[in-house]
C-alpha cells in the first residue's frame, strides 16, 4: 500500500518534494498540497493523479487519504500545521527551522508527548548526505581523536528577496547548529556573532556575509561563514579536526578538467542540486519510518535545540555580545 501524503506550502522546496515524492519515493503518493497562493497550489495538483488543491492547510489535512504529512511553508507557519497535524495523530516531516523561536518548538514537544509519541521529524537533509554519514561515523569511531574544532562554510550565490538578517541565523546557520550537534552528539552551549561590513553584492541592508562561533558542551568550538550573497555557487563545507587528524567534506568536485592553461571544476548552483541525493534518502527513510509510527532524522528535540541556538544566536547578533544558550531538560520521550 502507498502512504498518502498532504504536502503544506508548495514553494522552492514543496513543490521539489512533490516531485521526489512522485520520481523517487516509492510507496508513497501526494493526495493534497496546500498554499496561500490557490493558483500555485493549482497548478502543483494538475500535475498529480487526483491530488486536491488547498488553499488552507488544516482543510488538507483533513482530506481523503491523507495519512502523514510533509510541511514546507516557511519557517513562522510550521508550528500551527504540525499541531494540526499531531491532533489527527499524522507523521510529519517538517522542513528546517521547525521553528522560529524555542517557545514555539517548545509547544510541539508538549503536543507529541501528550500523544506519548515521537511524529514529527525535522528536514536537515545533511544528515542524510553521504559525506556528512562519512565524517560522522569517523568521528564516532575516533578516527580523528577528540574534536577540537568545525570549521564551517555555508555559500549561498544568492538570496531570495524576502531574506534577512536573521535569516542569516534561523534560516542558513541552523543547519550547521544541527550538524554540530548531531557530528559531536553534544548541545551548543554558547553563541557569537561577528558581522563585517556587508558585501556590496548583498541587498540593501542585509548582513551578509556574518561569522557565527558555536561553543558546545564537550568542549569543541564550531566557527561558521555564513555568506549568501557570494555570486559564484552554493558551497557548504566542513572541516573536523582532531586531536590526532582532520578530515573535510564539501569540496565537491567530481570532474576536473584541464584546458586552455587552466584546471578547474563546476561549483553546483542551488542546494536543491547539491542535496539532492540527500532530500531523496531523507524522504525515503522517512516514508519507511512514518508507515511503522517512527522517525528517521532530526525530531523535535533536534528541532527545538536547533531553535534555542538560532534565539541565542539573534540576541548575539544584536548585542555583540557571547550569549549562552538555555535548554530545558530533555524529556524522556526524546532521550
Ligand atoms: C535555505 O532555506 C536552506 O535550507 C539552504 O540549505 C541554505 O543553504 C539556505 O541558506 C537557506 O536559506
Redesign the pocket.
Known amino acids: 500500500s502507498t502512504l498518502g501524503i498532504a504536502v503544506i506550502g508548495t514553494g522552492k522546496m514543496g513543490a521539489d518534494h512533490v516531485r521526489r515524492i512522485g520520481r523517487t519515493v516509492g510507496g508513497a503518493r501526494v493526495v493534497a498540497v496546500a498554499d496561500p497562493d490557490g493558483d500555485r497550489a493549482g497548478r502543483v495538483a494538475a500535475e498529480l493523479d487526483g491530488a486536491g488543491a488547498y488553499t488552507d492547510p488544516a482543510a488538507a489535512l483533513a482530506a481523503p487519504g491523507v495519512e502523514a504529512v510533509l510541511i514546507a511553508s516557511p519557517g513562522p507557519a510550521h508550528e500551527e500545521a504540525v499541531l494540526h497535524a499531531l491532533e489527527r495523530r499524522l507523521p510529519v516531516l517538517c522542513e528546517?527551522p521547525l521553528t522560529p523561536d524555542a517557545a514555539g518548538a517548545l509547544r510541539i514537544m508538549e503536543a507529541e508527548q501528550r500523544l506519548g509519541r515521537r511524529l514529527v521529524q525535522v528536514g536537515f537533509m545533511r544528515r542524510h548526505d553521504a559525506e556528512y554519514e562519512e565524517l560522522k561515523q569517523l568521528l564516532d569511531a575516533g578516527g580523528i581523536g577528540r574534536p577540537l574544532f568545525l570549521h564551517c562554510r555555508?555559500r549561498?550565490a544568492s538570496?531570495p528577496a524576502f531574506?534577512t538578517s536573521d535569516?542569516l541565523i534561523s534560516?542558513?546557520v541552523v543547519?550547521e547548529v544541527d550538524a554540530a550537534r548531531w557530528l559531536l552528539g553534544q548541545e551548543v552551549t554558547a553563541v557569537s556573532v561577528l558581522s563585517p561590513t556587508p558585501s556590496s553584492a548583498a541587498p540593501e541592508g542585509l548582513r551578509d556575509p556574518r561569522l557565527v562561533l558555536l561553543e558546545t558542551s564537550g568542549g569543541t568550538v564550531v566557527d561558521v561563514e555564513i555568506f549568501?550573497n557570494c555570486g559564484f555557487g552554493?558551497q557548504?563545507q566542513c572541516e573536523a579536526v582532531g586531536e590526532s587528524g582532520s578530515a573535510r567534506i564539501g569540496d565537491g568536485h567530481a570532474m576536473v578538467v584541464q584546458g586552455a592553461g587552466r584546471w578547474g571544476g563546476e561549483i553546483a548552483q542551488d542546494?536543491t542540486v547539491r542535496?539532492a541525493e540527500a532530500y531523496d534518502r531523507q524522504l525515503r527513510r522517512w516514508v519507511a519510518a512514518a508507515g511503522h509510527g517512527r522517525v528517521a532524522g532530526a525530531d523535535a528535540w533536534d528541532g527545538y535545540a536547533a531553535a534555542a541556538v538560532s534565539e541565542a544566536g539573534l540576541a548575539a547578533a544584536r548585542s555583540g555580545v557571547r550569549t549562552p544558550v538555555e535548554l530545558v531538560e530533555r524529556p524522556p520521550l526524546y532521550r
Request: aromatic share 28%; charged share 15%.
Open positions: 528546517k555555508h549561498n538570496s531574506f535569516m534560516d542558513s543547519h549568501v552554493y557548504v542546494f542535496f
